[in-house]
């Protein structure tokens, strides 16, 4: 008989009791504003700001509605001015690049490599070309480039560099956290990423500038001293009355989700890393390119990308592995298919420039989700699966 693996990619763990309970006691105040403080009380909202930006070592934090509003606001109160150019790297998820023409900023998308990394090269020069002065790095599906190099390719040519942490929360870099390369970084709490409060977003600075300013856009009205995690007062004073307010804040119910997830998600990181090493040992003997990571990148296993080579039709494939309830997504169709757009799928953005390495790499990526309602057992099952179907394809395609 076939093996077929019948559990949802798309399934999350429930919310724990814990923070069922938190919901319920804030749900029965009324107050889910976070504003809306009776005297002497720390909004949800606030806690979450301060636990957080302890979590990621940095000295402020602000949450809000969602990761795309966050980078929209990191840009914005790290400086950047309509019409300002951003390099960016060509592989990422479509709110990137919407939070970049948000912002009002010009994407310059940079070259990928074969492990996925932005292409520190062609970053170089891209960036002497362009003269652009910001540059918003995705770490994609969690892979984290050489952040020293990059790092110092911004401080020569004096470049803001914004970091997408949508895929790395809690994830380090030569022992340092992802989000702590950059003068800024931008979290996601939407449902698919490693905290769940359906939708939601952390930002996070040492500067107290950009911070207060960030507060501000998000829309505090002037009740910025409710924040948690923010700069001083006269911080606020200074910016205050130059700084637009473009709502997009986080509410009390969700932060109470935050706050209880984040306390496990050391763990969990744990039990993502560990699904993802079975299905890398399952998927490499079948001659899928699972790249080794480097022993400095203490990624989050939470998706796992692999070359396709050598197995002729990838669509084929693709449906074969569906065919047998695992979902595996193609970053090499022209035409998008759920969250799978490319840079060529940008149309909104205008005339941009090719990038044939880019495309040639994700033309043989496959993407898939490991949601933690998998068990390692699960895991074990899918790599068969996808082992399988890739031996059979490859068999027709050498035929
Ligand atoms: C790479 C990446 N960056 C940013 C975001 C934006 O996060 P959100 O969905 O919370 O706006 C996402 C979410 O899909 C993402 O995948």
């Known amino acids: 008989m076939t093996l077929k693996f019948e559990k949802s990619f798309t399934q999350q763990e429930p919310i724990s009791e814990k923070a069922i309970a938190r919901v319920v006691e804030i749900l029965r105040t009324g107050r889910l504003h976070r504003y809306n403080t009776t005297p002497g009380e720390t909004a949800e909202a606030a806690l979450l700001e301060e636990d957080y930006a302890r979590y990621q070592g940095s000295r402020h934090c602000l949450a809000c509605a969602s990761g795309g509003y966050a980078l929209h606001v990191a ?15 060509a592989w990422t998820l479509a709110p990137v690049p919407g939070a970049i023409h948000n912002a009002g900023g010009v994407p310059v998308f940079v070259e990928i490599d074969e492990n996925w990394h932005i292409d520190p090269q062609d970053l170089q020069a891209r960036a002497e070309a362009s003269g652009a002065r910001f540059l918003m790095l995705s770490h994609m599906r969690g892979h984290i ?12 040519y004096g470049i803001t560099m914004i970091e997408d942490c949508a895929h790395t929360m809690g994830a380090r870099f030569k022992g340092r956290r992802s989000g702590r390369f950059g003068r800024v970084a931008a979290f996601s709490a939407q449902t698919y990423k490693h905290l769940n409060s359906g939708e939601g977003g952390l930002l996070t600075t040492d500067d107290p500038d950009l911070a207060a300013r960030a507060v501000v856009m ?107 309830g695992v979902e595996l997504k193609w970053f090499g ?67």
């Open 145 to 156: 480039g050489d952040m020293e190099a990059i790092a110092n390719l911004c401080d020569r």
């Open 218 to 324: 998000s829309g505090s009205y002037m009740l910025y001293a409710r924040h948690g995690a923010a700069p001083d007062e006269e911080v606020f004073r200074r910016i205050r009355l130059d700084t637009p307010n473009y709502s997009g804040r986080m509410d009390n119910v969700r932060a109470a989700i935050l706050r209880v997830q984040l306390e496990g998600l050391d763990e969990n990181i744990r039990r993502w890393n560990a699904r993802w090493h079975i299905l890398a040992q399952g998927l490499r003997p079948a001659g899928l390119d699972v790249p080794e990571r480097a022993a400095h990148e203490d990624f989050v296993g939470s998706s796992i990308q692999f070359h396709a080579r050598g197995i002729g039709d990838i669509p084929a494939f693709v449906a074969s592995c569906a065919a047998r």
């Open 75 to 89: 840009m914005r109160s790290a400086g950047l001015k309509p019409g300002d150019k951003v390099l960016a790297n």
């Open 333 to 399: 169709a022209d035409e998008p298919q759920g969250f799978t757009s490319r840079f060529d799928s940008w149309r909104y953005l205008g005339e941009t420039a090719d990038l044939p390495r880019t495309r040639a790499v994700l033309a043989t990526t496959l993407d898939m989700r490991v949601p933690l309602t998998f068990e390692e057992e699960d895991c074990r099952t899918i790599a068969r699966i996808i082992a399988e179907e890739a031996a059979s394809h490859a068999g027709k395609a050498r035929a």
